[in-house]
């Protein structure tokens, strides 16, 4: 009974064995398989991260370019807008020319009107004490004629270099 007692225990174990050899077999293989999937993740991820490095130093150099452009811009807006502060300033002084040319022309045409008065003109070139005073008085009302005609230009001008400016 001791001898079919102790067979059976070596043919269990040795059942047990094998069993386990199979499954420490299978365990293998699954073990390898394992190793050989992380190994290929570790590829991938080492790819993957010569990739990410690659794309995050294009990112930085982007934005590197991106902050270069903004600083230009920024000169450019300081650089516009002293240029506006420059134009508003020459229109400032531009419309004060155009007031003060107009004032200057309406103190004339009211000097005008009172000497322009036909009759006046008449007997005020009339009234000169020689014929050369006669031509120097009608000489002077040409001069105030085209004086004035200078003028309006004047403002023309002023006022068309004033547009322009705007």
């Known amino acids: 009974m001791k001898n079919l007692l102790f067979v059976f225990l070596v043919l269990l174990t040795t059942g047990l064995q094998a069993q386990t ?3 420490l077999q299978r365990q ?5 398989d394992q190793i050989d999937l992380a190994s290929e993740l570790l590829l991938k991820t080492k790819n993957t991260k010569e990739a990410s490095l690659s794309e995050l ?6 934005i590197e370019a991106r902050n270069k452009l903004i600083r230009t811009m920024d000169r450019q807006i300081r650089s516009i ?4 502060t420059r134009k508003a300033k020459e229109i400032k ?5 155009v007031d003060s040319l107009k004032s200057d022309y309406a103190d004339l045409i009211k000097l005008a009107q009172r000497q322009q008065k036909p009759r006046d003109q008449i007997l005020f070139i009339l009234s000169s004490s020689s014929f050369a005073q006669a031509a120097k008085r009608m000489q002077y009302f040409k001069d ?7 003028q309006v230009q004047h ?7 004033l547009a322009s400016e705007r």
């Open 21 to 23: 050899k199979e499954e």
């Open 28 to 32: 293998k293989v699954l073990l390898q």
């Open 57 to 62: 130093q294009t990112l930085n150099q982007k």
């Open 81 to 84: 807008d002293r240029e506006v």
């Open 93 to 97: 002084n531009l419309e004060i020319r």
């Open 144 to 150: 105030m004629a085209a004086y004035r005609e200078q």
């Open 155 to 161: 403002i023309a001008a002023a006022q068309e270099t």
